[in-house]
């Protein structure tokens, strides 16, 4: 981000502090109009001539600059919730509210479901089911894996 004094083209193409467009100005005339507003002059762009300009209040580019770089750096956790096939409607209810609050707070979800026996397709369903409800606050990422005695599925956040 380019501010002030570092502008180093002669003329800009000017925004006010509401939106409005004050045209193209030497870049001179535009930090006495920022300094004068106790503003900042903030560069928007170097790609086109006269490069497009604003005038914003002390601090608030660099603030929103941080909050941009923070929201980037933020990397998705992987939470587990395990079940089992024989779960009551309550619990079900539960866990589905959990997961939707993991989604919600971006992190990815696991659902786990330990198998015995012919309990299979018991499993399936329950994590069908499960993905059905979770639409919209999220899309699987892995179809549902059936192996040895786990059943899982991941869902990624929306």
């Known amino acids: 981000m380019i501010m002030n004094e570092k502008i180093k083209a ?18 001179s005339e535009a930090l006495a109009m920022a300094k004068k507003l106790k503003v900042d002059l903030i560069c928007t762009s170097l790609m086109s ?7 914003e209040g002390a601090g608030t580019a660099k603030q929103e600059a941080q909050q941009a770089k923070r929201k980037e750096n933020k990397i998705p956790k992987l939470k587990e ?15 589905r509210q959990q997961a939707e609050r993991i989604l919600t707070s971006g992190d990815a979800v ?8 012919k309990e299979g397709v018991q499993a399936k369903e329950l994590l069908e089911s499960l993905i059905k409800d979770l639409k919209p606050f999220g899309t699987k990422k892995t179809g549902i894996q059936l192996s040895g005695k786990l059943a899982t599925v991941q869902l990624d956040p929306k």
């Open 49 to 55: 001539s006269p490069p497009p300009c604003k005038l």
């Open 81 to 95: 919730i395990r079940l089992t096939p024989q779960i009551e409607e309550h619990d079900y209810d539960t866990k």
């Open 10 to 27: 002669s003329e800009v193409q000017l925004t006010g502090i509401n939106g409005e467009d004050l045209g193209v100005v030497p870049t």
């Open 110 to 117: 696991v659902f786990t479901i330990k198998i015995q026996g």
